[in-house]
């Protein structure tokens, strides 16, 4: 299993960055996949799933109506649009499949004027 998180950056407040996870090594297509994040001095915490054919998503509330988790199984790659951003978003953002303890290495997102 290999899920490879990109698109990190630094936006400023109210702006926008899209993450992406290329996965590998399982059958994608059949597998809930999630983002969670860890700031700086705290907990990793969960942020969004969604189902395998990618109809059902659900949200912390903290960035429900900003964020949208998407996927494309024909390139097995889960998304992480982020819109409306604010500096308490800066994490270390991962994807994670959403039974299994099987975490990408993370992509740093830092939101800051």
């Known amino acids: 299993v290999k899920l490879v998180e990109s698109g990190g950056g630094l936006v400023q407040p109210g702006g926008s960055l899209r993450l992406s996870c290329a996965a590998s090594?399982?059958?994608?297509?059949?597998?809930?996949m999630s983002w969670y994040r860890q700031a700086p001095g705290k907990d990793r915490e969960w942020v969004a799933h969604?189902?395998?054919?990618?109809?059902?998503?659900y949200y912390a509330g903290s960035v429900k109506g900003r964020f949208t988790i998407s996927r494309d199984n024909a390139k097995n790659t889960v998304y992480l649009q982020m819109n409306s951003q604010k500096p308490e978003d800066t994490a270390v953002y991962y994807c994670?499949?959403?039974?299994?303890?099987?975490w990408g290495q993370g992509t740093q997102v830092t939101v800051s004027p």
């Open positions: 994670k499949i959403t039974t299994t303890d099987n």
């Open positions: 090594g399982f059958t994608f297509s059949s597998t809930y």
């Open positions: 969604i189902n395998s054919g990618g109809l059902s998503t």
